[in-house]
């Protein structure tokens, strides 16, 4: 053997030695020095060179050697040039580190080598959707939108501002209007290399590369006369997010102004400046996502954890924005709309005034009587004198609304007592600051009605930078009047005060509406339709969410007569569609499926007061109907339901000092069977009880019966989506209910190991339950909320650890418990292949993993809603501009998310079980076939359409008689779905072939045509 022979031999020796005791630095260098001695033998080390690489680029990354990572990328793509699970790892990697371009390239490189990795696929979509936000494409869609921005530029260019800047330009549409409308000059500029690309392309197909001059830079970048000859006469821009300055608009305009606008002759800016609006809700969907709910939950004190999101705290966010109209739920307007403030983009003093920093009070009037969970923003963008887009819950643009959420209340009589309840004519009294190009929430507080208080609507200076809105139900018609704003405002969209309003219709001409007077005439619809609404028990009525004609309304009407919205079956131009109705669809999923479904969305219609004990019972926020002595297998008993409100504090209740208070406040709302037997009842979505101690003899079965004193509160800050999980106690109940049962079956289930990212109180509610080796592996950010609960709960001997760190633990299991579905309703990435490791590495012989099975079930819909997210739908939406072929590129196959109890659908074929994963018969030997399936379905078509989408949704089988769905409404999940890009029509009554494939814990579905015989079988 010559010596060369001997070197490769011992490095590749060297290099397996070194995988196998973890030591990758020096494997990834014997791999090399292999390769570039023996490069024929490439394939020989493909999953060894595989497994060296994620592992030592991931050390490199944690220790931020960034220089060294980079010199490693180039050894390996130089010595290995094909490895496609490679590329992918550099891909991801570079994506995690903020190189979006370059990790771009590197997973088409992936891709080009193995078109069907999914993974890879979904990688590359994450990274598409940050070169090219997913606005794009609804505000391309937006005709109205391009409309009125396009009769704005063209009666400006017209008027003699016969030179534009388009910052921010995107795809280019607003500086080809300008050019289209007789510009002598344009220019555009984007800081996004990707958009930039799109552009060019997008000028190149509409014959206007020539005659548009493309600079990839920032405006705050551009210089005179280096990039542009000279000061423009107008500046067109629509960098603009859901909270009007999220885009830095207005340090972006002070330094255009200062240096890029003329001054002489007076240039201008389109949009030429905004009006922001605020009101107060009641939503349960934002509240469930806002805070911890629950002082108490199923056989554990959590009293002194206050959870919050960290929307407006940590987070780099202030605020987070929901379309209102297509909220879970609805939602309920418990104070007049009003104007915050108004901006000028025309004027630099102002924009510097406003840039130095400024606050708003702004005092809202309580119209009726309420929680309050946000308050909700939106705005008026004002383009010229005469046309304005409105971006309120009504108006069918593509701007979502602002959520500011409410976390903390306080009364200002009594700063003690805090409560998110507000009574009618109370008051809420907020500050806003502007600051770093943002506007922030940073107070809240109520008025008690027992004051007596001015009800006139004034606007004041208190100092030179503080404004101060006192607002009521009475404003004057003066005071909101087009004399009083920096601008005529005579209405193109949805919002206006003016009698008559512009509107544009699908003919693309011009029309004149009746509108409202002003914001005073819509509060006062709002207190018409609040006497009707409290004249239902519920304090709700619930109304369709859905504009009910393309004739676009004020903003004053925004949502008079709205008070409470929710989605229907209803399409945006109010036409009753073939759908589904998602709780028809839930129990055709439950029938279909069978098994025992835990399943605590029920509904029935009659009164409180009408129903007899066999009638109705009341789980928290959820109503359970039992038939005559029919067994309703979703109520707990007694003690069960009492944990989950707070019996000795009213901070989650109704703002009462006492249990006592709670029940004396609302005795007239509780029925007398109810009483008899201390059930639960629900007014407004809120849960009561009898006063009965938590710590008696009735709750011992259920409680810690030692309550360590002196346990300071311990305030926790996290995502939305984990408090969302945090507060599904449906969830939860049916978790514990499981496992109180395992163990009364099997007295020698002692261990337990619940595995989540998440945040989750169920390994400490195991060990209360009587689970004596508990073990935690969820993120280290969690593990002091988890310490201070076992503290206060008196679990002393419970282990945490990361799920990273699995590996590292010798100890076996009677059961694991897996976190498998994210709150967007996808899989947690590779989930399957981490459930198959810890059923071999971490689960005793007999022992029990969690769930035990999983069905993966779906069906294919038509959605022009979708269509709208996914792509740009046609030239026409962008008035005859070739852009959507380019921008298309960019679009997702996978969009997360889905609420389909929201959605406007139709279904066009019957559900299916599409695949099911039983892990309990799951082998060494069968592993791999296991976690890599592609199976083929036919699908029967139910109805004739275009299909859209593959909508899908997951069960968890924790036995053969407890199925969790998540399409149930009552869980915290949501929905996901898979685009078909192809164009596919069936017909009713046909049966479409399916191919689905799972592949590293991500599914993809493609449809196989059907013979056909004239479109039809």
Request: proline content about 3%; charged content about 20%; aromatic content about 8%.
């Amino acid at each position: 053997m010559s010596n060369v022979e001997q070197i490769v031999e011992i490095a590749l020796i060297g290099a397996r030695d070194c995988l196998n005791c973890k030591n990758y630095g020096r494997a990834f260098a014997n791999l090399l020095l292999f390769l570039k001695l023996k490069p024929g033998r490439a394939s020989e080390v493909y999953n060894d060179f595989a497994l060296a690489t994620r592992e030592w680029f991931g050390q490199l990354e944690r220790q931020s050697r960034i220089d060294d990572l980079f010199k490693c990328y180039d050894q390996a793509y130089e010595l290995f040039p094909h490895h496609d699970t490679v590329f992918g790892f550099v891909g991801a990697q570079l994506f995690r580190l903020g190189f979006m371009e370059k990790a771009a390239m590197y997973i088409r490189k992936s891709l080009l080598l193995n078109p069907n990795d999914l993974l890879a696929r979904n990688n590359l979509e994450n990274i598409c959707s940050h070169l090219v936000e997913r606005w794009h494409f609804s505000m391309l869609n937006d005709k109205r939108r391009n409309m009125a921005f396009k009769c704005a530029i063209d009666k400006a260019v017209k008027s003699g501002y016969s030179t534009v800047l388009d910052v921010g330009t995107g795809t280019g549409i607003l500086s080809m209007m300008a050019e289209m409308s007789g510009a002598v000059k344009v220019m555009a500029c984007d800081g996004s290399q990707t958009m930039i690309e799109v552009a060019e392309d997008v000028f190149d197909a509409n014959g206007v590369s020539n005659r548009i001059n493309l600079l990839h830079k920032h405006s705050t970048e551009l210089q005179i006369p280096q990039d542009i000859p000279n000061r423009v006469k107008l500046l067109v821009t629509e960098t603009f997010d859901a909270g009007l300055f999220g885009e830095h608009i207005v340090s972006t305009l002070i330094h255009a102004w200062k240096n890029l606008i003329s001054t002489s002759p007076m240039g201008t800016v389109i949009p030429c400046g905004a009006t922001i609006y605020v009101c107060g809700i009641e939503c349960n969907t934002i509240r469930q996502q806002s805070r911890f709910l629950y002082p108490v939950l199923q056989y554990l004190d959590v009293n002194q954890i206050e959870l919050l999101c960290n929307t407006g705290q940590i987070a780099e966010d202030p605020y987070t924005t929901e379309n209102l109209a297509k909220i879970k739920d609805g939602y309920k307007i418990i104070t007049n709309i009003t104007e915050l403030m108004r901006v000028n983009f025309c004027n630099l003093w102002e924009l510097e005034t406003l840039n130095a920093g400024k606050d708003w009070l702004c005092e809202l009037f309580v119209k009726q009587s309420g929680r309050i969970d946000a308050l909700a923003v939106w705005f008026d963008l004002h383009l010229d004198d005469t046309v304005t887009i409105g971006t309120g819950p009504l108006n069918e643009s593509c701007w979502e609304q602002v959520i500011y959420p409410i976390t903390s209340v306080a009364s200002l009589q009594n700063k003690d007592h805090k409560s998110f309840h507000v009574k009618k004519k109370d008051k809420l009294r907020s500050t806003f600051h502007f600051g770093c190009d943002c506007l922030t929430l940073t107070d809240c507080k109520i008025w008690n009605s027992s004051n007596n208080y001015d009800v006139g609507m004034t606007r004041t200076q208190e100092s030179e930078n503080v404004s101060v809105y006192q607002t009521s139900c009475k404003i004057s018609k003066e005071e909101c009047s087009p004399n009083c704003l920096p601008f005529r405002k005579r209405k193109m969209e949805n919002v206006g005060y003016e009698d008559k309003k512009e509107i544009v219709s699908d003919d693309n001409e011009l029309h004149i509406e009746e509108g409202p007077e002003s914001v005073s005439e819509m509060n006062d619809v709002i207190d018409g339709v609040n006497e009707s609404m409290e004249a239902y028990s519920s304090g709700v009525v619930k109304v369709d969410g859905n504009c009910p004609s393309f004739g676009l309304t004020s903003c004053d009407q925004v949502l008079a007569g709205n008070e409470f919205r929710e989605s229907s079956e209803l399409n945006p131009s109010g036409i009753l569609k073939n759908t589904t109705s998602h709780s028809d669809l839930q129990a055709s999923t439950f029938s279909q499926f069978g098994s025992k479904l835990v399943n605590q969305n029920l509904r029935y219609n009659k009164p409180l007061n009408s129903c007899s004990i066999n009638d109705r019972v009341y789980l928290n926020g959820v109503t359970g109907v039992i038939d005559g002595d029919e067994e309703l297998k979703t109520v707990n008993s007694l003690p069960d339901i009492l944990h989950n409100i707070d019996l000795s504090k009213s901070d989650q209740v109704d703002g009462a000092n006492s249990v006592n208070e709670q029940i004396e406040s609302n005795e007239e709302k509780i029925s007398e069977p109810s009483k008899q037997i201390g059930m639960e009842f629900k007014d407004s979505g809120t849960v009561y009880s009898h006063a009965i101690n938590l710590h008696s003899d009735v709750g011992t079965d259920n409680c810690p019966t030692t309550v360590l004193p002196n346990v300071s509160k311990l305030t926790v800050y996290s995502e939305e989506a984990d408090i969302r999980y945090i507060n599904d106690i449906h969830l939860n109940r049916v978790h514990c209910n499981f496992l109180k049962e395992l163990k009364s079956i099997g007295s020698n289930t002692k261990s337990i190991l619940c595995i989540s990212s998440r945040l989750s109180f169920i390994g400490i509610q195991a060990a209360v339950i009587g689970y004596t080796d508990v073990t935690i592996a969820t993120n280290e950010e969690h593990h002091e909320t988890l310490n201070h609960v076992a503290l206060l709960n008196g679990c002393k001997d419970i282990v945490l650890t990361k799920p990273g760190d699995l590996d590292n633990l010798d100890t076996k299991f009677d059961l694991i418990l897996c976190d498998v579905v994210e709150s967007c309703g996808a899989l947690i990435p590779r989930i399957f292949e981490n459930m198959a490791g810890y059923r071999f590495s971490h689960l005793k012989s007999m022992g029990v993993l969690l769930p035990c099975k999983v069905k993966i079930l779906g069906m294919f819909i038509e959605c022009e809603e979708l269509d709208t997210w996914n792509h740009v739908t046609g030239n026409d939406k962008t008035l005859g501009f070739q852009i959507a072929d380019f921008i298309n590129l960019y679009q997702m196959m996978n969009h997360v998310d889905l609420d389909l109890s929201t959605l406007n659908y139709t279904r066009l074929t019957e559900i299916q079980e599409m695949l099911s994963l039983d892990f309990s018969a799951l082998t060494t030997e069968t592993t791999s076939d296991f976690l890599t399936r592609t199976v083929e379905k036919r699908l029967e078509v139910s109805s004739s359409g275009n299909i859209t989408a593959f909508v899908y949704w997951f069960e968890l089988l924790l036995n053969e008689n407890t199925v969790i769905s998540t399409l149930n409404s009552c869980y915290h999940w949501k929905q996901a779905c898979i685009m078909i890009d192809e164009n596919v029509e069936v017909f009713s009554g046909q049966r479409v072939l399916t191919k689905l494939r799972l592949e590293n814990s991500y599914l993809d579905v493609k449809v196989v045509q059907p013979p056909t015989c004239n479109g039809h079988i």
